[in-house]
């Protein structure tokens, strides 16, 4: 299971800066590439970034593209996502889950409770 931990989300401001952590068990997590995704209120969860699996290949939405990166650290079973200049547009449930880099597809039907992330003017 891959899923959303602490330390992240919450509330931020706009311009402030976040960063997320997404935690892997029951898999080896080194295997897979990881991706986050949101989904703000009334609408459809949407890619945000991706990482391989062994870290040198990512992906970024156009959204967050120059204001977002993706790090891992397969020692500690953990992929990061870096958010600065955070907008109001950035309000959202973030989730992370195992995906394909090709497709950015989740590999598995398993989201977890994600985190929430507000950002406030």
């Known amino acids: 299971q891959v899923q959303v931990v602490e330390p992240g989300g919450g509330l931020s401001h706009a311009g402030g800066s976040l960063r997320l952590s997404c935690a892997a068990s029951?898999?080896?997590?080194?295997?897979?590439?990881i991706g986050w995704f949101r989904q703000a209120p009334g609408k459809e969860r949407e890619f945000v970034s991706a990482i391989s699996w062994a870290g040198i290949r990512t992906r970024y939405a156009d959204a967050v593209k120059g204001r977002a990166t993706i790090s891992r650290d397969n020692a500690k079973n953990t992929v990061y996502l870096q958010m600065n200049s955070l907008k109001l547009e950035d309000t959202a449930v973030y989730y992370c889950?195992?995906?394909?880099?090709?497709?950015?597809?989740?590999?598995?039907?398993?989201w977890g409770q994600g985190t929430q992330v507000t950002v406030a003017s």
């Open positions: 889950a195992a995906v394909d880099m090709v497709t950015h597809r989740p590999l598995y039907d398993y």
């Open positions: 029951g898999l080896t997590f080194r295997n897979y590439a």
